[in-house]
């Protein structure tokens, strides 16, 4: 037997989807700026193909990160990716070897029980079989693990699952058919025939003991066909298009191309590779602190993708990084929100031009703007000369502890340094960038950048993570720049302060902007473990929490931050600390006012432990004591 | 009649309810804080674009609410976004989306110019 009409909806779907994945790859690299397509290139000829491939199967049938973080989540989506993908290879060799002819078409492969139904009777035969039942019932174990966790989430140890659209229903039905289809159709026909293995055997001969197995077969192997077939062309019209597209996404990622700050085929590419598996749900803070649950990650690519009103979910976020890291696929989501954001800003009638927006962007007219400068009230900018430059920023200012334990320790530290924004400065501009505001934070760069070059100096030292930041990325600066933890950090190792160690026990809250959005992890740690005892939190590095206080949401309620930072100070406090410790104003600020134990800046800790310091002006004799010193040094 | 020069002048009552609320009823939908603020002044002191000019987002705020868009859209541009403003009022009026919001509606609604 050779042709079968059941087979015609499987073969529609099959090569409706091969042709799609062609027709659409073919777009997507058309659309690629011409740098990006060289990249891509080169990736597909060098040593980034093979790790694209190792990566493939790794993350999308192994599915290692999922795995890790969550077993059970991880072993659902494995069983199924994993599953089938070993299910139609050893499918292929099966229908090759003991088919009736070599190198036969993809049907013949899924559907071999029904073209050799007497297959399974000599001894290898019999083992293949066993291998193929094993795989099978591999598939379907995962298969009961998603139908619960549809139902009840916490199965797989989620506390929230995704939202679905009708379409991406009728999709999941159909995926859900297709394994339990194969299942019934093969152990009916095995159970005609004689044959098969454990499950397909033995489930076939208990159903045909009571039932005319040989009729009932041949409706599943249709539904089977047809479950397959309607999976396929709904694939490109549902959030299943991430299957392939997770491919596409990998082997562009790994031949260099990054999202940018332009919407463009990445990004899109990106957005269709969200497999809604719900990770950036869990560890959103917004969700779980302050019972947000409708702008997560998963959210956001999904508005993207259905081209729906999304203005408050790309606002509405802490752009802490929590869901960047998490997310399995490895989706820049940040930058995907920025770019949402800065689209809408460049864009005057939202409301109307949302459709497809991430294709036609580009082409809609530009919003009202005269381009005047916004800020021409900012004075020409002077500086004085220096090797060391402080730059407070505007939340430093509002912190003046910060401000005046910073000025202690470069007093200390003997450099030649000089405050440039000592009575207020501009902003540095990232809070005008996290709104979209690209073109006045131009303005703000512009003017701080000035009064750095003129002052000649080699380092630039700020206390506000969210300056280091733009600084670092944003500025076209040829200093040092250097979080003041990371100042302080060198001062100890080169020997230029002297500290006591004090005897407290502190924990330490890494701010989001210093951590995972510039991986500035040790530097701060260990100056702490240099003057005090650092407990853990369990809340450490990459895990960290956001303080709740985040620029980075323009439209969150005063309240729903107050919760956040009192969720985090009670975690962060948990065993009871001297203080909690942290390396930004805004998160000192924030987390001060939601607990009773006392906030500290890692600058103020170190200022404490400095020695004897701040008697030098007011002790006269101290202070020819220091001058003795430096003689005797000199000599 | 003998003229003595005396005629009615006319009233010089400037009519606030005249004037177009649009704009803070754009901003009041979707910042309701904006209700809370007491006009105390503690944002103003704090600003950081108050330091170098006159700007003060207290004024911005009565401004909105009388209506004064005009000069409300003149001045708003200057607001840096910092965040200081946020962090010392009493009242946790979200002061950084009321700017945002307000130059949201001068540049993206038809009708008014930027
Ligand atoms: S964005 Fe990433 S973590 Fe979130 S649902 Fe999509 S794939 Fe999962
Ligand atoms: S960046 Fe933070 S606040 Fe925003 S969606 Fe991700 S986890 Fe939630
Ligand atoms: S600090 Fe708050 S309450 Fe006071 S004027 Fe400003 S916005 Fe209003
Ligand atoms: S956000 Fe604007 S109004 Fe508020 S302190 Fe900063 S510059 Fe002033």
């Known amino acids: 037997m050779n042709f079968d009409p059941f087979i015609i909806p499987f073969n529609i779907g099959l090569y409706f989807i091969l042709i799609y994945a062609v027709v659409r790859s073919v777009i997507w690299f058309r659309e690629l700026s011409r740098p990006d397509k060289l990249r891509l290139q080169r990736g597909f000829?060098?040593?980034?193909?093979?790790?694209?491939?190792?990566?493939?199967?790794?993350?999308?049938?192994?599915?290692?990160?999922?795995?890790?973080?969550?077993?059970?989540?991880?072993?659902?989506?494995?069983?199924?990716?994993?599953?089938?993908?070993?299910?139609?290879?050893?499918?292929?060799?099966?229908?090759?070897?003991?088919?009736?002819?070599?190198?036969?078409?993809?049907?013949?492969?899924?559907?071999?029980?029904?073209?050799?139904?007497?297959?399974?009777?000599?001894?290898?035969?019999?083992?293949?079989?066993?291998?193929?039942?094993?795989?099978?019932?591999?598939?379907?174990?995962?298969?009961?693990?998603?139908?619960?966790?549809?139902?009840?989430?916490?199965v797989v140890g989620m506390k929230k699952t995704t939202k679905l659209k009708p379409l991406d229903k009728v999709a999941l039905t159909s995926l859900w058919l297709i394994f339990p289809s194969r299942l019934i159709a093969e152990s009916l026909t095995s159970?005609?025939?004689?044959?098969?293995?454990?499950?397909?055997?033995?489930?076939?001969?208990?159903?045909?003991?009571?039932?005319?197995?040989?009729?009932?077969?041949?409706?599943?192997?249709?539904?089977?066909?047809?479950?397959?077939?309607?999976?396929?062309?709904?694939?490109?019209?549902?959030?299943?298009?991430?299957?392939?597209?997770?491919?596409?996404?990998?082997?562009?990622?790994?031949?260099?191309?990054?999202?940018?700050?332009?919407?463009?085929?990445?990004?899109?590419?990106?957005?269709?590779?969200?497999?809604?598996?719900?990770?950036?749900?869990?560890?959103?803070?917004?969700?779980?602190?302050?019972?947000?649950?409708?702008?997560?990650?998963?959210?956001?690519?999904?508005?993207?993708?259905?081209?729906?009103?999304?203005?408050?979910?790309?606002?509405?976020?802490?752009?802490?990084?929590?869901?960047?890291?998490?997310?399995?696929?490895?989706?820049?989501?940040?930058?995907?929100?920025?770019?949402?954001?800065?689209?809408?800003?460049?864009?005057?009638?939202?409301?109307?031009?949302?459709?497809?927006?991430?294709?036609?962007?580009?082409?809609?007219?530009?919003?009202?703007?005269?381009?005047?400068?916004?800020?021409?009230?900012?004075?020409?900018?002077?500086?004085?000369?220096?090797d060391v430059l402080y730059f407070a920023g505007c939340m430093t200012h509002l912190t003046p502890s910060i401000k005046k334990a910073m000025v202690k320790i470069l007093d200390a530290s003997g450099l030649n340094w000089s405050f440039i924004d000592e009575d207020g400065g501009a902003c540095c501009g990232r809070p005008l960038m996290l709104a979209g505001n690209d073109r006045e934070a131009r303005e703000l760069i512009n003017f701080n950048s000035q009064l750095i070059w003129k002052s000649g100096a080699h380092t630039l030292v700020t206390s506000c993570p969210i300056c280091y930041k733009v600084f670092r990325e944003s500025y076209y600066l040829d200093v040092e720049v250097l979080h003041h933890s990371q100042f302080i950090k060198n001062l100890i190792d080169e020997g230029l302060v002297n500290m006591n160690f004090l005897q407290k026990r502190v924990t330490y809250h890494t701010p989001c902007e210093l951590g995972r959005r510039s991986g500035v992890y040790e530097e701060p740690k260990e100056v702490i473990r240099h003057v005090a005892t650092l407990e853990p939190t369990g809340y450490d590095d990459e895990n960290s929490l956001c303080c709740g206080g985040s620029l980075g949401n323009i439209m969150l309620s005063h309240d729903k931050r107050r919760g956040i930072a009192e969720d985090v100070t009670a975690r962060l406090t948990a065993n009871d600390p001297d203080s909690l410790i942290t390396a930004c104003p805004l998160c000192k600020k924030t987390l001060a006012q939601a607990t009773s134990t006392r906030v500290v800046d890692i600058a103020e800790l170190v200022a404490e432990a400095i020695a004897d310091a701040p008697a030098l002006k007011k002790n006269p004799s101290r202070h020819k004591k220091k001058v003795v010193r430096e003689s005797a040094a000199s000599l | 009649?003998?003229?003595?020069?005396?005629?009615?002048?006319?009233?010089?009552?400037?009519?606030?309810?005249?004037?177009?609320?649009?704009?803070?009823?754009?901003?009041?939908?979707?910042?309701?804080?904006?209700?809370?603020?007491?006009?105390?002044?503690?944002?103003?002191?704090?600003?950081?674009?108050?330091?170098?000019?006159?700007?003060?987002?207290?004024?911005?705020?009565?401004?909105?609410?009388?209506?004064?868009?005009?000069?409300?859209?003149q001045k708003i541009r200057k607001c840096m976004l910092c965040g200081k403003c946020i962090l010392v009022c009493p009242r946790g009026v979200n002061t950084r989306n009321v700017v945002f919001l307000a130059k949201q509606a001068f540049t993206k609604n038809e009708g008014y110019e930027f």
């Open chain 1, 191 to 386: 159970g005609a025939y004689g044959t098969g293995s454990f499950l397909t055997g033995n489930l076939g001969a208990a159903l045909a003991s009571f039932l005319p197995a040989n009729e009932l077969a041949y409706p599943f192997w249709w539904l089977y066909s047809l479950s397959l077939g309607t999976f396929f062309v709904l694939l490109p019209l549902t959030r299943y298009l991430h299957i392939p597209t997770e491919l596409f996404l990998i082997f562009m990622r790994n031949s260099g191309i990054r999202t940018g700050d332009k919407p463009g085929s990445f990004s899109e590419v990106e957005v269709h590779s969200c497999s809604s598996c719900g990770m950036c749900i869990d560890v959103c803070q917004l969700g779980f602190s302050a019972g947000i649950h409708t702008i997560q990650a998963t959210y956001l690519m999904k508005g993207i993708r259905n081209s729906d009103y999304i203005h408050d979910i790309a606002h509405n976020c802490l752009m802490c990084g929590r869901c960047d890291q998490i997310c399995p696929v490895g989706i820049e989501i940040s930058p995907i929100r920025m770019i949402v954001r800065r689209i809408e800003e460049n864009d005057r009638v939202y409301e109307n031009s949302w459709n497809g927006y991430f294709r036609n962007r580009l082409n809609v007219p530009a919003p009202k703007q005269d381009n005047k400068p916004s800020y021409d009230f900012l004075p020409a900018p002077v500086s004085k000369k220096a």
């Open chain 1, 45 to 154: 000829f060098g040593k980034a193909f093979g790790q694209s491939l190792k990566e493939i199967f790794l993350e999308s049938l192994i599915h290692r990160k999922i795995l890790k973080s969550n077993p059970r989540l991880g072993y659902m989506h494995m069983s199924l990716a994993f599953g089938w993908f070993l299910l139609i290879l050893f499918g292929t060799i099966e229908a090759d070897i003991f088919g009736e002819r070599h190198l036969n078409p993809p049907y013949k492969a899924i559907f071999f029980k029904f073209f050799s139904p007497d297959h399974g009777k000599t001894f290898f035969e019999a083992s293949y079989a066993f291998l193929m039942d094993l795989i099978l019932a591999f598939i379907l174990s995962g298969l009961v693990l998603a139908v619960t966790k549809r139902f009840f989430s916490r």
């Open chain 2, 1 to 73: 009649m003998e003229k003595f020069g005396f005629s009615l002048t006319k009233a010089r009552v400037i009519d606030y309810d005249a004037n177009d609320r649009s704009i803070v009823s754009y901003i009041l939908e979707r910042e309701p804080s904006l209700n809370l603020c007491i006009e105390c002044g503690c944002c103003s002191a704090a600003c950081t674009t108050g330091n170098f000019t006159g700007f003060s987002l207290r004024e911005i705020h009565i401004l909105l609410k009388r209506g004064e868009n005009d000069l409300v859209r």
